[in-house]
């Protein structure tokens, strides 16, 4: 998957800071969302393809299209920017033999058993966990918001986990 620059898990998704930021450093000229709900939503992706800027390609997909996609080389051009909604999206892939070189998480809400590792990023035990087994995969998992901000590694986040 070498056109891809840069694999990210926001629940936003497509907003300001990933679109005028990430898609503009790594010079994106597609973005796939990979979610299994909103593949399933029309409108709802509909939303999605129209929150891109010009010149930048939206495809809002399944999961079983994102493996397929990725085995058939798909993504072996460009300047790809994957979007995953969750933590489960992206295991779900990792699971399904999708091999990741790194993966940013950069957007995941607070609430209950929740910790915030860096301000606009809250995780669980369950989510540590998930994160652990995606980087045990080879994939470097790191958090940062945006590009300005310095990176967090998995390590030091599920130590602010632990307390």
Same mark, same amino acid.
């Given at each position: 998957m070498q056109g891809v620059k840069l694999v990210r898990i926001d629940f936003r998704l497509i907003h300001g800071q990933v679109i005028t930021k990430w898609s503009n450093k790594i010079a994106a000229t597609r973005i796939v969302v990979?979610?299994?709900?909103? @593949?399933?939503?029309?409108? $709802? @992706?509909?939303?999605?393809? $129209?929150a891109a800027p010009p010149g930048i390609t939206v495809d809002v997909i399944s999961l079983d299209t994102f493996q397929e996609n990725a085995r058939s080389g798909e993504y072996e051009n460009g300047n790809i920017l994957i979007l995953f909604r969750g933590i489960q999206d992206a295991r779900a892939a990792v699971e399904r033999g999708i091999k990741f070189e790194q993966i940013q998480v950069g957007g995941l809400g607070s609430g209950d058993g929740r910790t915030s590792v860096v301000k606009g990023i809250s995780i669980d035990q369950k989510d540590a966990k998930d994160l652990s087994f995606i980087e045990n995969t080879g994939a470097k998992v790191t958090f940062q918001v945006t590009p300005e901000e310095k990176k967090l590694s998995l390590e030091n986040a599920i130590k602010k986990v632990r307390g």
């Open positions: 990979v979610n299994d709900e909103l @593949a399933e939503d029309e409108f $709802m @992706a509909d939303i999605y393809v $129209m």
